[in-house]
């Protein structure tokens, strides 16, 4: 049976609870524990797939095929693991669940209500991976307080009533402001945030203080006096240089010790330290190589956050840093901004606005030999680009842009024409493709067979294949022997489009091969 951690956040949303839990975590993993993460985001929408970024930044697919929160991208990263359905539960699913259970009868013609139906359903999927880790922490979205997280806070309050003290551990993350005019750190925002806690019904074991300045031994004492906390279990998180860093900022306030006392667990093995040397090593860089990421969501990096972290993984693993920029791709400048740059990759995405920009933007990295990387998106305009330019397909395009074209060198699938729903309708999870022998990909992988997770609806159409290969545009890699997955151009520093989201199988101890060989053709192409 597992023991449960209870990750809860209050004051002000992305405070960094995934982080938190994420982090804990992995002190966890080191001490030998079998760790699993799972978030329960208070929102009614299904996923978050429909959702625009600037509402809530990356949607990270896991291997089944969910779309879902990208603190799960956090998890698998920090931790190695892959998620899947299981890992993500949402107000919305949830309340779908426990719909379609009472339109089937099965609640024998009870009043269904919030208490017992739905939080029941909640402590449910809070147990669901009991007998596959020891640990499994659980993230609340939102905060302490919120109308819509309620039923999420009121069933972790029956779940540790009906479980064994010790099997609980529950932390709340808050913010510690400093105010500038009074040269004071203010403790009162999170006796609030941990009063409004205890009003639930829930006590935390531990207070993780976000703060931009140390906290000293009488705001630590004064926190824990107030919130009822012991005073070792009020814990700082200042800004770092990476998140990253956490881990190790955790480990010297014992968080990992104060977490195994109260759960009565005694480590497995002994504590290794190497992964807290392998990321001080990351920050001793001098050499950068400047990547442009063309997109259209440029002011918002959490759009794009798995591809952060992918190209600056890759970079260490090569003792080099990454100087992203994100680019937008409708600014009227664009060519000429680019000419600083080592790399150009230009990401998924959907929809016509800003796809000549990114066009223009793979032409560019093309003519003047610029290592380039196309994901999904990104690939496909690849393909349009070689269509229109070399293959001289005049206005060439992907139905999803001009469903009249020509030339529908990117389409939708036929069965796929006929979509009622926007959510969970497209080719979404690990996928495998088969690689050619003696191409780019090939090199890279090392293997004629690889599993990548895609997210998309429309595809390369076979029906182009031959004009594009003859134009110099090669497809590398299948699904099936069918659809197109990977394309290249042989007589190029690095030139390649994958149809897949490559960005989601990163590791922090495995750069993922495409991303690290980008920036090692960038190291090749470096400017002066």
Not at 497 to 506: A, K, L, N, T, Y
Request: aromatic share 8%; net charge positive.
């Amino acid at each position: 049976m597992a023991k449960y951690i209870f990750i809860t956040g209050g004051v002000v949303s992305s405070l960094g609870k995934g982080i938190s839990g994420a982090s804990i975590g992995k002190l966890l993993q080191l001490q030998g524990f079998k760790v699993s993460m799972l978030k329960f985001d208070p929102y009614i929408n299904v996923d978050p797939g429909t959702m625009n970024p600037y509402q809530h930044g990356e949607v990270f697919v896991t291997i089944d095929g969910a779309e879902s929160d990208l603190d799960l991208g956090t998890y698998e990263r920090f931790l190695d693991v892959y998620t899947s359905k299981t890992n993500t539960n949402t107000a919305g699913d949830i309340y779908r669940t426990v719909i379609n259970r009472e339109r089937e009868g099965d609640y024998d013609g009870a009043t269904v209500q919030v208490i017992p139906h739905i939080t029941d359903e909640i402590k449910r999927r809070f147990a669901a991976l009991k007998d596959e880790c020891d640990i499994s922490i659980i993230e609340i979205g939102g905060t302490v307080g919120d109308i819509e997280g309620l039923p999420f806070m009121e069933a972790a309050r029956q779940f540790q009533l009906e479980n064994k003290k010790e099997d609980i551990f529950s932390i709340h993350v808050t913010l510690v402001p400093y105010i500038t005019g009074a040269h004071e750190l203010k403790t009162k925002p999170t006796q609030h945030s941990v009063n409004k806690l205890r009003e639930i019904g829930i006590s935390p074991d531990m207070i993780i203080c976000r703060t931009e300045y140390h906290l000293d031994e009488s705001l630590k004492r004064k926190i824990a006096l107030f919130c009822n906390v012991r005073q070792d279990c009020v814990v700082e998180v200042m800004d770092a240089p990476s998140i990253y860093y956490i881990p190790e900022a955790l480990y010297k306030q014992k968080v990992d010790s104060l977490v195994m006392e109260k759960l009565e667990i005694m480590s497995k093995k002994k504590f290794d330290k190497a992964w807290f040397s392998k990321i001080k090593s990351f920050s001793k860089f001098s050499k950068t190589v400047k990547v442009a990421v063309v997109g259209k969501y440029a002011d918002l990096k959490d759009a794009y956050k798995s591809i952060d972290e992918s190209l600056n993984i890759a970079a260490a693993d090569l003792k080099v840093k990454a100087e992203i920029d994100y680019l937008a791709a409708e600014d009227k400048d664009l060519i000429k901004k680019l000419k600083k740059y080592d790399a150009i990759l230009v990401p998924g995405g959907f929809g016509n606005r800003g796809i000549e920009g990114k066009i223009k933007a793979i032409s560019y990295a093309r003519e003047n030999k610029i290592p380039f990387l196309g994901i999904c998106l990104g690939m496909q305009c690849s393909v349009i680009e070689v269509s229109r330019n070399l293959a001289k397909l005049k206005n060439a395009n992907s139905t999803e842009f001009d469903e009249s074209t020509k030339y529908p060198v990117i389409k939708i699938l036929d069965e796929q024409k006929n979509v009622k729903y926007r959510g969970g309708t497209m080719r979404l999870g690990n996928y495998k493709s088969e690689i050619k022998k003696n191409t780019l990909a090939h090199s890279l992988y090392k293997s004629h067979e690889i599993e990548e997770r895609h997210r998309h609806r429309y595809e390369m159409n076979p029906e182009f294949v031959g004009a594009l290969e003859k134009a110099g545009l090669h497809v590398t890699a299948y699904h099936k022997g069918v659809l197109p997955e990977i394309v290249e151009i042989k007589n190029h520093p690095f030139f390649i489009g994958v149809q897949f989201h490559p960005e989601f199988g990163s590791r922090l101890m495995r750069p993922h091969p495409l991303f690290k060989g980008l920036i090692a053709a960038a190291l090749k192409n470096k400017k002066n």
